[in-house]
């Protein structure tokens, strides 16, 4: 038997996902077709009349839904018996009104509640702290157990998304999107949740376009609180469409979506996407200069992950935004550094990808950036100049980042690990660079 579920894109009916026995396809509908400049489910799956099959549509759906094993079993037992933690299609249509991106997934006997505003459930820090402290004797507790949210959130990290609302969190029920993503960090890091929201923004005070962050407490439990640059609020957005309560969603997918492959497959050594590919994308999508900016914004970011020895930028953790026909690399996020943790050894860390043909975090230096700027068609020697300018003005952005009471204030003895394992760290870079 043949299943639906109808896909929205924006708040606008884009076509039909249907799944039998053996695989799931998808389909534009005419209007969405119609329309002047319809967004893309995904670049990999461009606007048009034909069907598409499971090796696009799969991957798409799969890099929806968390990239962890006993969240998806969770998952699916909670949604049983119609929901299968090996299929996609019978969790989105469980839990895929509120996606990364613009995109929802709706049964067809239910199209009319996303023309109706979702409600709210108000929380108190109480009932979020104690959501953070199963989520921490848990990870694979993603959803809180006695609200039905019906949202799916990528990666492997355990993560949960709210709203934000009149200076109150709120867990939305229905079409209603959230607008703020919650990472209580993880549990083998210690304070990992300081250290991805120093990691954000440092990268944004050296001029790199990176999420906005910030650290709360609910109830004595730390989280880092990632606010959703896919989401607009009604002052931001425009017309023609607007989701629930007035906030607009904004499509995105990472580079695996894009490029059809499996989350499963993220790291280049795994198979998965490589700077090549990546960069290719971009220069097939966009005008020439348009490609040639967002391709040395890339490379900044991945660059900036090698600054700071972040082993984990692989290739889902990094995204473009979609609006019609236009694309856009999407700020920075998932960024943490491993340096001030036992495990960090700089002589045997290896990245997420390869700069210049090697993986090794020691065997990268200026050579090798120049070199891998050249073979995406950038200035090499200007490429070389602009890590140079990063380094040169970090480690003022890390004292002062690091010196903030508040933080200070939750745990000082991490934050000065982490102070100077950065300063360390960037020395040992700008040693490289020369």
């Given at each position: 038997m043949t299943r639906q579920l109808l896909v929205f894109v924006d708040g606008v009916?884009?076509?039909?996902?249907?799944?039998?026995?053996?695989?799931?396809?998808?389909?534009y509908d005419r209007p969405?077709?119609?329309?002047?400049?319809?967004?893309?489910?995904?670049?990999?799956?461009?606007?048009g009349p034909r069907e598409y099959g499971p090796e696009v549509v799969e991957p798409f759906l799969w890099g929806l839904l968390p990239d962890n094993a006993e969240t998806l079993r969770r998952w699916a037992l909670d949604a049983r018996p119609q929901a299968d933690e090996h299929n996609p299609f019978t969790l989105l249509q469980h839990y895929?009104?509120?996606?990364?991106?613009?995109?929802?997934?709706?049964?067809?006997?239910?199209?009319?509640?996303?023309?109706?505003q979702g409600g709210l459930s108000r929380l108190s820090d109480a009932q979020i702290g104690a959501q953070i402290r199963a989520m921490n004797a848990d990870p694979s507790r993603w959803t809180f157990d006695d609200r039905d949210g019906r949202f799916s959130l990528g990666g492997a990290q355990a993560k949960f998304g709210l709203l934000r609302e009149d200076d109150a969190w709120a867990l939305p029920t229905g079409a209603?999107?959230?607008?703020?993503?919650?990472?209580?960090?993880?549990?083998?890091?210690?304070?990992?949740?300081?250290?991805?929201?120093?990691?954000?923004?440092?990268?944004?005070?050296?001029?790199?376009?990176?999420?906005?962050?910030?650290?709360?407490?609910?109830?004595?439990?730390?989280?880092?609180?990632?606010?959703?640059?896919d989401r607009l609020r009604p002052a931001e957005a425009r017309p023609p469409e607007e989701s629930a309560r007035g906030l607009r969603r904004?499509?995105?997918?990472?580079?695996?979506?894009?490029?059809?492959?499996?989350?499963?497959?993220?790291?280049?050594?795994?198979?998965?996407?490589?700077?090549?590919?990546?960069?290719?994308?971009?220069?097939?999508?966009?005008?020439?200069?348009?490609?040639?900016?967002?391709?040395?914004?890339?490379?900044?970011?991945?660059?900036?992950?090698?600054?700071?020895?972040?082993?984990?930028?692989?290739?889902?953790?990094?995204?473009?935004?979609?609006?019609?026909?236009?694309i856009a690399l999407a700020p920075l996020y998932d960024i943490a550094t491993l340096t001030p943790y036992d495990r960090y050894r700089s002589e045997r860390m290896r990245l997420a990808q390869k700069v210049a043909g090697t993986y090794?975090?020691?065997?990268?230096?200026?050579?090798?950036?120049?070199?891998?700027?050249?073979?995406?068609?950038?200035?090499?020697d200007?490429?070389?100049?602009?890590?140079?300018?990063?380094?040169?003005?970090?480690?003022?952005h890390i004292r002062a980042l690091c010196s903030d009471p508040a933080l200070r204030a939750m745990d000082p003895e991490f934050v000065d690990d982490l102070r100077t394992a950065l300063l360390d760290r960037f020395a040992a870079a700008a040693a490289a660079l020369r």
């Open positions: 009916r884009a076509g039909v996902l249907e799944c039998d026995v053996r695989s799931s396809t998808f389909r969405y077709l119609a329309r002047r400049t319809p967004t893309p489910l995904s670049l990999s799956l461009p606007v895929g009104l509120d996606c990364a991106g613009a995109v929802q997934f709706v049964r067809p006997e239910n199209e009319a509640t996303l023309g109706r209603t999107p959230t607008t703020h993503i919650v990472k209580p960090g993880i549990p083998e890091f210690r304070a990992s949740a300081i250290n991805e929201h120093i990691c954000l923004m440092l990268a944004a005070r050296l001029g790199l376009v990176a999420a906005r962050s910030r650290i709360e407490r609910f109830d004595g439990e730390t989280a880092v609180v990632v606010e959703r640059y904004i499509h995105q997918e990472d580079f695996c979506q894009a490029l059809s492959v499996m989350p499963s497959q993220k790291y280049e050594d795994d198979g998965g996407p490589g700077l090549g590919r990546m960069a290719a994308l971009l220069r097939r999508q966009l005008p020439r200069d348009e490609a040639q900016r967002a391709i040395e914004r890339l490379l900044l970011g991945v660059a900036f992950n090698w600054l700071i020895a972040a082993p984990d930028a692989h290739a889902k953790n990094y995204s473009v935004l979609l609006s019609g026909r236009q090794r975090l020691a065997e990268i230096g200026g050579l090798e950036w120049r070199t891998e700027a050249a073979a995406r068609g950038l200035d090499p200007r490429f070389g100049d602009r890590i140079t300018e990063l380094v040169a003005a970090a480690p003022d």
